[in-house]
DNA sequence: TGACAGATTTGGAACGTTCCAATTAACTAA
DNA sequence: TTAGTTAATTGGAACGTTCCAAATCTGTCA
């Protein structure tokens, strides 16, 4: 099998013409003649030829490279799967392509990938920042130049652009919704409280429990890990509470899920006996029975927006900090018990 | 800010060394003095400088890169998700790092993703190919000597290592333990019947219905979306017909998750009236309620497994064609109604 | 002292591409 | 014919690294 590379100076050898015109070729350039392009683009797929991007880039070190980073927190969670697949579309289409990288929540390995892909000269970098990441961390790569978006969590001190959900409005709606449906009592579950998105939900609770003339009731948040096996964990406790919660808004969908699931083996069913509502709209979210209620926010679609304004940095050369916070819809499905919707259903049967 | 690149040339000058000398340091080699390495090493956190892999690659052409590429087909599927998380494990521990690339299913887009991962230079691939895909598809990546690592699902006639699960076994499992449980009548649910998975897991549905002597019949087996919508779809399907089956193995576990959905929507309990069980055995599947029993494939351990023998082919230089079909085995939850556990589940409340 | 060995260090050349300035070819206008 | 113009092509040099062979330094031994 072919072991040698073949190489431009191959291809001008076996057209006959020089290293330079086939340059020109591979770059679509309009200065060369038609019957010449097409010999040479005979030759090239005759001998099997690969691009060397990497020769290609090191010369061009002026301009960019054609690779995005993208660093997640948790790839378990389909959150942020969802997300790394909206970004994956926008940066393809444009040509790039993506270094993906799971933290899992541990800083140090974060530094070690973000490392790396700077060695490997990435065009910019879109960053779920692992819990406990600070500004300093980023400081190196924001020296060389290097366009970075953060997404979903804000590193306090850092000036970096940033794509985050209104954590507070959707929250406080997802509350007023269910307080409007009559609930008094609504506890606030899961998410690590020593997190920026969870002083930020919790803030839209608090403010949504004021507008409505409802006491806030500390026993009432309770926080967990941001998970489905969290969410059970978090219920288990709000129903062992002297004065029962009737509803809950989740952290995070997952959590949500968990919650109906602690719900059930309780013999309660979620969506009549308790009302949930989740945060983030997982693709789940609208198959699950029964559908969730939950803060929309598209994963995918985040994804497609940090991506897109990565590049716009990108070919600005360098852009300054921007701040993008996403609106953020409350979709009311079967899981906060808003009945209409459910008793068709049931009629239905 | 530091506009222009720090190279070694500028390490060396500050350092009073030659450049020759800050190679050496880079690579730790104990050929160079305690005192210079200290030195030089001081001066490369002063300067900030970044390696330039790409660089060195171009040099050593000989040698491989330290890229690893992934594509899959459907990275929204957690399954998937997982099995990135795996293969990013023992790559990053390898001092590799992973190019990350979803294909949607679409053949198309996944020769673009490969062709755009060979201008990169990645010393190996894992695919999980894109249905549809053809032997043809590799030929090039074959020919250059770079090792693929075929994952989930095989391509007929391609000459690449493989590494997927016993799809025949793992079915054939599940039916006889529901067979065991006194089930007459067991639905096959979901997947796309054109595919090659399908049509081993079918096999092994047929095997252990003639194992146990009952009788196969074609109404029971009802393809769909490998996913929770088609599940849902699948098993309304399964409820219309004149005579209803009184359990289902489905074709993966978002399946699973559809046809309880579904059956909850029928008023029917999971696990209980109806017993189902999935394959796969993704996270969800121990926190869900019921819990579900499936077939266990582990796609995290999957995707070490596979990274590891990608890593092997390419410090093997060359190696041949290795199929690995991985163990698989029954993991009884609540979902098929295996009583015992669910009772004193019960008796705990 | 001179020769030799081991430990360090070093100047090119090379990797595969792009870019620049310069060359050649083919016409056109005067 | 000749100069001028446009179109097409081309030979280096350069990008940041590694590798090789050769050079330098130190100390030791006869």
Sequence with gaps: MGKERVTVIDIARAAGVSKSTVSLVLQASPLVNEVTRAKVNAVIRELGYVYNRGAANLRQSNAKSKIVGIVVNDLTNSFFAELAVGVDMVVQSAGYVQFLANTAENPDRQREVIASMREHGIAGLILSPARGTEAADLKPL?????????????????????????????????????????????????????????????????????????????????????????????????????????????????????????????????????????????????????ALTTVSVDPQGMGRRAAQLLLKQINAGRADAEAIVGSVRLVVRQSCGAASDKRERLALL
Tied chains: 1, 2.
């Design 142 to 290: 924001m020296a060389s130049g290097i366009p970075v978006v953060n997404v979903v969590r804000q590193i306090a001190g850092a000036k970096v652009s940033s794509l985050i959900s209104d954590n507070r409005a959707g929250i406080r709606d997802a509350v007023r919704h269910l307080a409007g449906l009559g609930h008094h009592r609504i506890a606030f579950l899961g998410g690590f409280p020593d997190t920026a998105v969870f002083a930020e939900r919790l803030e839209g609770y608090r403010e949504a429990l004021a507008d409505m003339d409802l006491a806030a009731r500390n026993e009432l948040v309770i926080g967990s890990a941001p998970s489905r096996a969290g969410g059970v964990a978090a219920i288990e406790r709000a129903l062992a509470l002297s004065e029962r919660p009737t509803a809950a808004v989740c952290f995070n969908d997952a959590v949500a899920f968990g919650v109906c699931d602690g719900l059930r083996a309780h013999r309660l069913d979620p969506g009549e006996d308790f009302a949930v509502i989740g945060f983030d709209d997982v693709i789940e979210a609208q198959t699950a029975v029964p």
